[in-house]
């Protein structure tokens, strides 16, 4: 039975994107292949926030859970979930317990209008091979609608890539899935570099097995105009999706900086705005 590496199995409201509202189980897969330390720095520097938290976990009074970890300002707001320092804090699970797991936190006990947000970390990194057998586990029949919430570097393999075009291709309303990759890809205030962050090809592909959108967190007029730059190379790719702006601001005297100008610029260029509900209803917590 394949394991899956969890960094949080939580239920709450998806606070993004199109789902933006819909009551959702968030199973959050640990390792990503980014740091995102850029976030909420001045151009060009990063951010030591995560690393100070990883420092008194190893040295002083190690966190026992997720929900003791501090929040950071800077940086990206899901360090935990891919920091080597914090990896025992995620157990390797089974389809069987994961499927377990959702049925205890789920309000009926089985999925009926919940939707499944796969994140990370970056999700498609190693674990496409487990996912299968965990969505083709009984407890999860009754699931009709999944989100890969990914950064849009990690090419589908092609045992995964089949195993989705069956769900996309059945024309049996009992076996048909809905299938959303949310992708926010990376611009430079992210810290990354624009040649890695930036995969019009790999985030093309997924369209043809579900449906991709781009997610892209702003915070200057910068951003925007990165932003821009980026969306004109994924059209040039063939990409067909919509493409959101969302606020930078994993905290909320950050998020609120910056969600009215944000919204601001996506309505000047005909983008879609999204929230981070998270932020306002849940102050962005682990576990929420
Ligand atoms: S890609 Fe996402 S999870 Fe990975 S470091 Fe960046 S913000 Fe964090």
Redesign the pocket.
Known sequence: MSKIKIAELFYSIQGEGRYMGVPSVFLRTFG?N???AGFGMPRGELSMEAAGIAATHSLVTPFQKYEELPLVSTG?D??A??MPEFKELSPMLTSEAIADRIAEIIPHGEWKDEHLVIT???PLLGWQRAYPDLLDHPKMSNLKEITFET?GTQKLTPEFALYLHTWKSHHNKDFWREITFSV?A?LPC?GEKWDEAICPEIVCEYEEYGTAYLKFVIATEQDFNDAECAIAAYRKAGFTGHVYLMPVGGVESVYALNNRAVADMAMRSGLRYSDRLQVPLFKNEWGT
Do not use: A, L, Q, T
């Open positions: 990503c980014f740091k995102c990206c899901s360090y979930s891919w990370g970390g970056e950064n926010s990376k992210s």
